[in-house]
Nanobody, 122 residues
Framework: VQLMESGGGLVQPGGSLMLSCVAS????????MGWYRQAPGKQRELVAT???????NYADSVKGRFTVSTDSAKKAVYLQMNRLEPEDTAVYYC?????????????????WGQGTKVTVSS
């Protein structure tokens, strides 16, 4: 199973970016996907998640500014980030709660993307 992120970059304060993440692998089904971030010198923290049923969860710091969405057919998750602040500067990681169907059993696991860097600066 692989998670491929895209969409990071440099943006001015108040600007917008959209991150994308696509999961690939044989026989996979998505239980939930989401985004975490890690700023320099800080621990990785949850940003937003969305389940296959469409239930979402956001960090308080991004509520009202970020929107997480999913496309089940593409096995993709998106993060629309608006009104970005310098404090949002971090490497953003895609996370997937994914079940893989094998011949004799199903295996559920968590997977991480390699990360995409977001820098908010003037």
């Amino acid at each position: 199973v692989q998670l491929m992120e895209s969409g990071g970059g440099l943006v001015q304060p108040g600007g917008s970016l959209m991150l994308s993440c696509v999961a690939s692998g044989y026989g996979i089904s998505i239980n939930a996907m989401g985004w975490y971030r890690q700023a320099p010198g800080k621990q990785r923290e949850l940003v937003a998640t969305v389940t296959s049923e469409g239930h979402t969860n956001y960090a308080d710091s991004v509520k009202g500014r970020f929107t997480v969405s999913t496309d089940s057919a593409k096995k993709a998750v998106y993060l629309q980030m608006n009104r970005l602040e310098p404090e949002d500067t971090a490497v953003y990681y895609c996370n997937g709660d994914i079940t893989t169907a094998f011949a004799t059993n199903n295996v559920r696991n968590y997977y991480w993307g390699q990360g995409t860097k977001v820098t908010v600066s003037s």
